[in-house]
């Protein structure tokens, strides 16, 4: 079977462990990037760090139904149209209707063989719009992300026009992790990019870069939105694309207000 001819990534959320075992081989295999979850309880945490181009999602989940997870995710902001397949062990045609009318874009009843999967997933891949996830640098040398634009051949960061001072430190680790959004960096690898091998490294120098960084791009320091901390490992980028984040700030605004 042909492979897309792009780099796709697809979130599987079944509670059958062996079920998803055999997905994320079958469709890695295939040349997807496949991640799983077992339930929802991490859904919002893994869309924030690893976007998927498509969801394929169980209808029988314990908690929280596939039905009320598709009904969420198409009312959510820059998931709402993400492709999702949804699953299921039951055969009624009325689950699979209302699967479709709450948003799903196709339906595939268990058991299955993965090769029908994978071929419904190239399918609904085909039909979907072509965008590039959010975070990315751009053809044009900048990486967005809320209301604030990152200039990596002027070494500018920009919000709304204006220009944020950074050093030259704070700049290379906003460049490193600007470059690989949602890749989790420890200390030591941010301190190798962004200084050089001929430098010591020092956990507490990128920590306190970081700190300030995040006195400069987020809202709330304390809970950063953008640059996250992967406890017991280091530090991750997670985007978010600028249209998203200046409605964000303008609504925070006029609650204030």
Known sequence: ?????????????????????LLQRYLTENGLETITLPDSTQLEKTLQRFPPHLIVLDLMLPGEDGLSIC????GAHNVESIPIIMLTARREEVDRIIGLEMGADDYLGKPFNPRELLARIHAVLRRAPKHELAGAPTEEGTIPFGPYTLDLAARTLCKDGEIIHLSTAEFSLLKIMG???????????????????????F??????????????VETDPINPRYIQTVRGFGYIYVPEDSKAGKAAEEQKESSVA
């Open 203 to 216: 956990d507490r120098a990128i920590d306190m870069q970081i700190s300030r960084l995040r006195k400069l």
């Open 1 to 21: 079977m042909n492979t897309p001819d792009r780099h796709y990534r697809i979130l599987v959320i079944d509670d059958d462990p062996r079920l998803r075992d």
């Open 179 to 201: 470059q690989n959004p949602r890749q989790p960096f420890t200390r030591e690898r941010l301190s190798l990019l962004a200084r050089g091998k001929d430098h010591e490294t």
């Open 71 to 74: 009904r969420k995710l198409r």
